[in-house]
């Protein structure tokens, strides 16, 4: 279950492309819960939750695991390093 809250800018993930009288539906962005680190050692939420140092710059899917890119390039396996869960892909976060 999804709740969507009432200043959801639902428009921003989603663009009506119309082609030729016909209209479509297509996804822009994926909308992906955030996981947020509850660990003593991380108590800053900008960095990133596997090396602490870096800015959180992308996100696991369908885990929300936010860490940096270095990380996700040293990653030898598709399994998130916290949660070990296999994840799809990875995303970049854009930040207001």
């Known amino acids: 279950i999804y ?3 009432e200043d959801d800018y639902g428009h921003l993930y ?3 492309n119309t082609n030729a ?3 479509t539906e297509e996804h822009l962005f994926h909308p992906v819960d955030w996981n947020i680190d509850t660990s003593e ?6 960095n990133c939750a596997v090396c ?3 800015e959180r710059t992308h996100l696991f899917t369908p885990c929300g695991l936010a860490c940096c890119i270095d990380c996700i390039e040293r990653l030898e396996t598709n ?4 949660c070990n869960q296999i994840y799809d892909n990875y995303i970049r976060v854009l930040k207001p």
């Not at 050692?41 to 900008?46: F, G, Q, R, T």
């Not at 399994?79 to 916290?82: E, F, G, K, Q, V």
């Open 3 to 5: 709740e969507v809250p």
């Open 14 to 16: 989603t663009a009506t």
């Open 21 to 23: 009288s016909r209209s």
């Open 41 to 46: 050692k991380n108590s800053d939420l900008n």
């Open 52 to 54: 602490y140092i870096n």
């Open 79 to 82: 399994r998130c390093p916290i």
